[in-house]
Nanobody, 115 residues
């Protein structure tokens, strides 16, 4: 079964850190461009980070310098290190890729930044 599973969300204070994981089964993530999306309360889902198959990463300006993508091919897992979290980072975080011409989504993990 091909699936993506996110984990690592939680409640954190402003300025804190979290590391999210996205573990894939049924596909080899090193062969795909992997994406992170997030959807905040009453907001549209937004793409904010990619890691391409060659390891190159892309970040939206709002997270650049605070978030870092990495990938462990042996564990078939992508990581999102989030530092200096802000209340506006509160959202459900999803990983995604395109597999056989269709979007493959995880169920998401909730990140709440609040004091």
């Amino acid at each position: 079964q091909v699936q993506l599973v996110e984990s690592g969300g939680g409640l954190v204070q402003p300025g804190g850190s979290l590391r999210l994981s996205c573990t894939a089964s049924g596909i080899n993530i090193s062969e795909y461009t992997m994406h992170w999306y997030r959807q905040g309360p009453e907001k549209q889902r937004e793409l904010f980070a990619n890691i391409f198959s060659d390891g190159v990463t892309y970040y939206l300006d709002s997270v650049k310098g605070r978030f870092t993508l990495s990938r462990d091919n042996a564990k078939n897992t992508m990581y999102l290190q989030m530092n200096d979290l802000k209340p506006e980072d509160t959202a459900v975080y999803y990983c995604n890729t395109v597999w056989r011409a269709r979007d493959l989504w995880g169920k998401g993990t909730q990140v709440t930044v609040s004091s």
